[in-house]
Structures are given as C-alpha cells and as structure tokens.
C-alpha cells in the first residue's frame, strides 16, 4: 500500500471521503457503526493501523496533513460518541461486547497516534497493536506500564 493509498483508506474508514457511493464508505470502520451499519469487521481496525504504519513519517514530522489527523481522530471520536454513554444509545444495535471491542480498538488507534505524533519509534508507537495480534492482555498492561516508567 503506497502513502496515498493509506490515506484514502483512512478517509474511507472516517466517513470523511466525498465518495459515498463507493462500498468502502459504508463498510468502512465508522460506516458500521451506524444503526444500520452490521456486524464489526476487524479487518478495518487492521486497515487502519496498517495505513497508520505506512503514514508513521508523516505523522511524526513537524508539519501534518490536517485531513490525515481530521481523519484518524474522526474515527476515535465518533466512536466513542456512538458506542458509550451518555450517547451509547444512538446506535441501539451495538451490543455491550462490540462496544468493548470498538473501545479496545480505538484506544490502540488512539495511542499510536499519540505516540507517533510524539516522534516515538515504531517499536513504541505500535506496542499495543503488535500485543493485540498476539492476542495478550498482559502485553497490553506490560507495554502501558513500561511507557510509564
């Protein structure tokens, strides 16, 4: 995946692309969260992190794309707002466990931003996605508490 591409995905992924016809939109990761959106797809969380990878330069450089954060932090934020309280009910089919994955998710997404906006290596930036692969909780407590120290 080139650069462009990783940015098209992540635009796709945050409802923001102007090209709602395009499948990608509604199936994307904030694209299912609407009441009508259907099942999760951990596929998009794996999109994004991976177009996050690809786009750790430009997010650690001292001048960012605004639409490049405008689109990752729309993805964090909407949600939130559409998956917990008091606006959790906004999209009444998500169920407690798909909001606990959807939060899990965009923790990580969140911290990687975080972290790469900070100039932080990819060893950093990425921990907590590399544990979630690994299918570790105690990664994820590991490598939270290690940044802390």
């Not at 994307?28 to 969380?45: A, H, K, M, T, Y």
């Not at 008091?86 to 994955?101: A, F, K, L, Y």
């Not at 909780?137 to 290690?146: G, I, N, R, T, V």
Request: net charge negative.
């Amino acid at each position: 995946m080139t650069k462009n591409e990783a940015m098209e995905v992540l635009s796709f992924h945050s409802c923001r692309n102007v090209n709602v016809d395009d499948p990608r939109w509604e199936f994307g990761f904030v694209g299912r969260l609407r009441p009508s959106g259907g099942e999760l797809n951990e596929d998009n969380f794996i999109q994004i992190m991976e177009s996050l990878r690809i786009l750790k330069s430009e997010l650690s450089a001292s001048m960012i794309d605004k639409n490049l954060v405008y689109d990752i932090t729309s993805i964090i934020r909407l949600t939130r707002m559409w998956c917990t309280p008091p606006n959790g009910g906004v999209n009444s089919s998500i169920t407690r466990r798909d909001q606990e994955q959807l939060l899990q998710w965009v923790g990580i997404i969140e911290k990687t931003l975080f972290y790469l906006l900070d100039g932080a290596d990819e060893e950093i930036a990425f921990q907590d996605y590399d544990c979630y692969l690994q299918d570790s909780s105690d990664q994820l407590l590991k490598a939270e508490l290690l940044r802390m120290i």
